[in-house]
């Protein structure tokens, strides 16, 4: 089941992954949903279980970067509730969800939500702010989820994705929903795209790690049951680090309470 809040997006996404499915002997199909509304997931499930009667495997993954080329306090609230509506609630929506029917089924089935680098490292670029926060959000909602299906011994294994730069278009699927969250017809509406999302949009582009290569991580992660998912190792263990002296220096550097 491929679904997507961008109609168009989803059907030439199906079309090219059709023939490739029926190869291997799968039916593919799509469903358009609005992460952002418990509905539509709900209507989401349905489908899946109407038309292939459980679910084993559930990707997470819908999101938006936001304005890239502003921060927390220029991004209007309107932008910010559209940024933490897809990233977290539409994350929670997915959870609430499909957690409880995948439990319900009683065998083993995988949740894979997806959060980033930039939800483990310190902010210190001076813009895109909330898209920041939204991913922290959505690491530690993922980590507390996992305690709790942990502590239930739960049938239900949580992963969780965080890679830090891959070849995607994200930075221009995230206008059609920017617009729409600001009651606009087209993401044309919206103007041209500012130089900032244009070389963030580069920067991913020239950069990334291949979708595939991310792909062929996440279902290794699936087979041994592993939680974390990290792409780019190298760089996120050296930004994690920094996190890490930068809050360590912060508490030492605070006066002494005994406690
Ligand atoms: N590309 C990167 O460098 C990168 C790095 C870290 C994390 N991520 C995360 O990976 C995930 C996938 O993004 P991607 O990079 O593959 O880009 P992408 O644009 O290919 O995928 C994002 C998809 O989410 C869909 N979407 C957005 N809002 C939606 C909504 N309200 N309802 C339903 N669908 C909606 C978009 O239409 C788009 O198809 C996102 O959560 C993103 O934040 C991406």
């Known amino acids: 089941m491929l679904s997507d809040g961008d109609a168009q997006r989803l059907g030439g996404a199906a079309d090219t992954l059709r023939a490739e499915a029926a190869a291997a002997g799968c039916r593919l199909e799509q469903c358009v949903v609005d992460v952002r509304r418990l509905e539509d997931m709900e209507r989401l499930l349905k489908c899946c279980l109407d038309e292939f009667g459980r679910v084993d495997l559930f990707f997470n993954n819908a999101g938006v970067i936001g304005e890239p080329s502003k921060g927390v306090l220029d991004t209007s609230l309107t932008s910010w509730r559209w940024v933490l509506d897809t990233n977290v609630m539409g994350l929670l929506n997915g959870m609430h969800?499909?957690?409880?029917?995948?439990?319900?089924?009683?065998?083993?089935?995988h949740i894979v939500n997806t959060a980033s680098g930039a939800g483990l490292y310190s902010q210190h670029r001076p813009t895109m702010g909330p898209y920041v926060a939204s991913k922290?959000?959505?690491v530690v909602l993922t980590q507390a989820m996992k305690t709790e299906l942990d502590a239930q011994q739960s049938t239900v294994v949580p992963h969780l994705l965080c890679p830090s730069v891959v070849a995607t278009?994200?930075?221009?699927?995230?206008?059609?929903?920017?617009a729409q969250a600001h009651g606009l017809a087209s993401p044309a509406d919206l103007g041209d795209m500012d130089d900032v999302s244009r070389q963030f949009h580069a920067?991913?582009?020239?950069?990334g790690m291949a979708p595939d290569q991310v792909a062929d991580l996440v279902f290794e992660a699936v087979r041994t049951k592993r939680f974390w998912i990290m792409p780019h190792p190298d760089l996120t263990e050296k930004r994690i680090t920094a996190?890490?002296?930068e809050l360590v220096t912060a508490a030492?550097?605070?006066?002494r309470t005994g406690l």
């Open 203 to 207: 920067r991913l582009n020239d950069d």
């Open 169 to 178: 278009p994200l930075v221009e699927t995230s206008r059609f929903f920017q």
């Open 97 to 109: 969800t499909f957690v409880p029917a995948m439990q319900a089924q009683g065998t083993e089935a």
């Open 252 to 255: 030492r550097e605070c006066p």
């Open 136 to 138: 922290h959000c959505a």
């Open 243 to 245: 996190r890490y002296e």
